[in-house]
């Protein structure tokens, strides 16, 4: 999708309340705000302010996953041997396993049910399977594990 630029010009909202409706407006914006208070003009990106803490890489340990709900959807949080973090629903695509209890390796996890290989990056079941469970985008800052619960292309 395509970035679309988003300006709003001081209608009286407060800046808070503004972007309390734009979330409401899911995609990818840039956001201008030209407020009558010259000191709350700001610029920022909804796509930005998207971006969840949930705790630190020491939260999780190497080879390994911890869980985040968000609603119906379960989301298993891995961290690989080499520190990389990496976010994807908790159900494998074949039977809907939990991938969260599966072996983590380079940038792949086994579902613990049927050894289904799946990447990590991407969800895609590896080798001859064929399935794909949704990822998350997932970002690291320092020590601190940033999510988006809105799935990535
Ligand atoms: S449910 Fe994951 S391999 Fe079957």
């Given at each position: 999708?395509?970035?679309?630029?988003?300006?709003?010009?001081?209608?009286?909202?407060?800046?808070?309340?503004?972007?309390?409706?734009?979330?409401?407006?899911?995609?990818?914006?840039?956001?201008?705000?030209?407020?009558?208070?010259?000191?709350?003009?700001?610029s920022?990106?909804?796509?930005?302010?998207?971006?969840?803490?949930?705790?630190?890489?020491?939260?999780?340990?190497?080879?390994?996953?911890?869980?985040?709900?968000?609603?119906?959807?379960?989301?298993?949080v891995?961290?690989?041997?080499?520190?990389?973090i990496?976010?994807?629903?908790?159900?494998?695509?074949?039977?809907?396993?939990?991938?969260?209890?599966?072996?983590?390796?380079?940038?792949?996890?086994?579902?613990?049910?049927?050894?289904?290989?799946?990447?990590?990056?991407?969800?895609?079941?590896q080798?001859?399977?064929?399935?794909?469970?949704?990822?998350?985008?997932?970002?690291?800052?320092?020590?601190?594990?940033?999510?988006?619960?809105h799935?990535?292309?």
């Amino acid at each position: 999708m395509s970035r679309q630029q988003l300006v709003i010009i001081g209608n009286g909202m407060a800046p808070g309340r503004m972007l309390e409706h734009l979330f409401e407006a899911q995609g990818d914006f840039d956001v201008t705000i030209f407020n009558a208070e010259p000191r709350v003009n700001v610029s920022l990106s909804l796509t930005e302010l998207d971006w969840r803490f949930i705790g630190t890489i020491d939260d999780i340990p190497r080879q390994a996953a911890r869980c985040v709900e968000n609603d119906e959807t379960k989301i298993a949080v891995f961290r690989t041997a080499d520190d990389r973090i990496f976010a994807l629903e908790d159900k494998c695509p074949h039977k809907n396993g939990p991938l969260s209890q599966g072996i983590v390796h380079g940038g792949c996890v086994t579902c613990p049910r049927h050894n289904w290989v799946i990447s990590l990056e991407t969800g895609t079941a590896q080798g001859a399977a064929e399935g794909r469970t949704a990822a998350f985008p997932v970002r690291l800052d320092g020590r601190d594990i940033y999510l988006q619960l809105h799935p990535g292309a």
